[in-house]
């Protein structure tokens, strides 16, 4: 089983496609951001690498 330490992180992000996810956290072990899609149950992942060119904030 691979060892997680979640950080929390509630921020609003815009995906590739314009939808609107929110962020739940990081994985600082696993270097990865969890998020949730709208209507859509369980949490999703991205590598942290790849979240700053795929993802773009949304201005509150």
């Given at each position: 089983?691979?060892?997680?330490?979640?950080?929390?992180?509630?921020?609003?992000?815009?995906?590739?496609?314009?939808?609107?996810?929110?962020?739940?956290?990081?994985?600082?072990?696993?270097?990865?951001?969890l998020f949730k899609r709208p209507g859509y149950e369980h949490p999703c992942m991205q590598p942290r690498e790849l979240w700053g060119k795929k993802f773009r904030k949304v201005a509150p």
């Open positions: 089983m691979e060892t997680e330490i979640i950080k929390q992180w509630v921020e609003h992000y815009k995906d590739p496609r314009g939808v609107v996810v929110e962020t739940i956290g990081v994985d600082v072990v696993n270097h990865r951001v």
